[in-house]
C-alpha cells in the first residue's frame, strides 16, 4: 500500500514539475512560463484590434447668374418716337453635400508572412463569418514593427503600416444594397 502511495506522490510532483517549467505534455516542447510570446518569426500569429473611424463632409455651392439688355430708339417725322428694347436674363444656383461616417471594429488573428531587414513583420490574415446566408469576409495585410506590439502580443489596426483592411460582405440583404441596372445605367449616363 505505502508503494502505492509513494507512486502517487512521485507521479503529482512530476506532473507539477511540468506544469511550474512549462513544458507541454502533448508535444514536450519546453516554454518557459515567463519567455516573450510576441510575434517574432514568420508563422507566428498576433491579433489585431481593428477601429476605424472615417469621416467624410463635402459641400459645393455654385452660383450663376447673367444679364443682357439692349435698347434702341428710332425718331422720324412720319412715325413719331418709337422706342425698342429686348433683354435676356439667365439665372443658375446649385449645391450639393455628402455627409459620411463609418465606424468599423473587429478583432482579427494574423499570420507573420515574413520579417523585413529592418525586423518589421508583414502580416496577413482573413476571417469568413456567415449567418443566416449572409457572409461577411474580412481580410487584412500590412507592416507591423515589433516595438508596437503589445505585451499581449496584439496591435491597433491605426499602427499597421500600409495596412490594407476589407471588409465585404455578399448574400441577400447585399444585393438590396445595390442598386439595379437600369439605375446604373442612368447614373452613368448622369441623369440619376
Do not use: C, Y
Not at 507521479?11 to 511540468?18: A, G, P
Not at 512549462?22 to 510576441?38: C, E, H, K, L
Not at 482579427?108 to 531587414?117: E, G, I, S
Not at 448574400?171 to 445605367?185: F, V
Amino acid at each position: 500500500m505505502r508503494a502505492h502511495s509513494d507512486q502517487v506522490v512521485k507521479t503529482i510532483l512530476v506532473l507539477l514539475t511540468l506544469m511550474i517549467a512549462g513544458i507541454s505534455a502533448a508535444d514536450q516542447t519546453p516554454r518557459s512560463f515567463f519567455a516573450d510570446r510576441t510575434a517574432k518569426a514568420p508563422g507566428d500569429t498576433l491579433t489585431v484590434i481593428i477601429s476605424e473611424l472615417a469621416s467624410t463632409t463635402t459641400t459645393a455651392t455654385t452660383k450663376l447668374a447673367k444679364t443682357d439688355k439692349a435698347g434702341a430708339s428710332l425718331s422720324s417725322p412720319e412715325l413719331g418716337t418709337r422706342n425698342w428694347s429686348g433683354g435676356l436674363n439667365s439665372d443658375f444656383s446649385g449645391g450639393g453635400e455628402i455627409d459620411r461616417e463609418g465606424r468599423f471594429i473587429a478583432k482579427l488573428a494574423v499570420t507573420v508572412k515574413a520579417v523585413d531587414a529592418q525586423g518589421n513583420l508583414h502580416v496577413e490574415g482573413e476571417q469568413e463569418i456567415v449567418v443566416n446566408r449572409e457572409k461577411q469576409h474580412l481580410r487584412l495585410t500590412g507592416v507591423v514593427r515589433q516595438e508596437d506590439l503589445a505585451a499581449d502580443n496584439t496591435i491597433e489596426s491605426w499602427r499597421i503600416r500600409d495596412a490594407h483592411i476589407e471588409f465585404v460582405g455578399s448574400g441577400d440583404l447585399a444585393k438590396k444594397q445595390t442598386p439595379g441596372l437600369i439605375t446604373r445605367i442612368l447614373s452613368w449616363f448622369g441623369i440619376v
